[in-house]
């Protein structure tokens, strides 16, 4: 330390100096504001980009929660529909076994007015057939009883007979 106080030389201090104060001085005159306006620069770009990125994540969650709102009311206008559907089909089915029961029904007593008309025609037709084979009988019976005189008188007499008994 003794030898940089030796060879120490105040004219060359003062010119070091004196450059180092022109440096700096062309310095902030040229490369110090610009080098700060980049800074400031860099520095609002980077505010901006995370304001734009809080904003982003806030309009992503606006967006998500409009999302779910959308979704949850697909789903409830798919399960009103479907209930609709359910409802249509139920009341359809319900409609169609009514007309199908009204139907047979109506086939079950168009069966039975048949069938009565049919039994009536039969029972109507049989007595018909037993009258007339009734007759045909006695007509028979009457001829051959009638025929001969002493027949005659015996059949009147057993009907005499027939008729105080009772």
Not at 68 to 95: C, F, S, T
Not at 134 to 159: F, G, P, R, T, W
């Amino acid at each position: 330390m003794d030898q940089l106080l030796n060879d120490f030389s105040p004219g060359l201090f003062i010119m070091q100096t004196v450059l180092l104060l022109v440096l700096i001085l062309l310095m902030v005159k040229f490369a110090w504001k610009p080098i700060l306006k980049s800074l400031d620069d860099r520095e609002e770009g980077i505010q901006g980009a995370l304001e734009a990125a809080e904003k982003a994540r806030i309009d992503m969650q606006n967006l998500q929660a409009d999302n779910e709102k959308a979704l949850q009311q697909a789903r409830e206008e798919r399960d009103g529909m479907l209930k609709e559907a359910r409802e249509i089909r139920a009341k359809m089915i319900a409609e169609a076994e009514g007309d199908a029961k009204s139907q047979a029904d109506k086939i079950i007593l168009q069966a039975q007015e048949a069938i009565a008309a049919e039994k009536r025609a039969a029972v109507a037709e049989l007595k018909s057939q037993v009258a007339e084979l009734s007759l045909q009988i006695a007509e028979k019976v009457v001829k051959e009883e009638l025929s001969d005189k002493n027949k005659q008188m015996q059949y009147v007499d057993k009907m005499l007979q027939d008729a105080t008994l009772n």
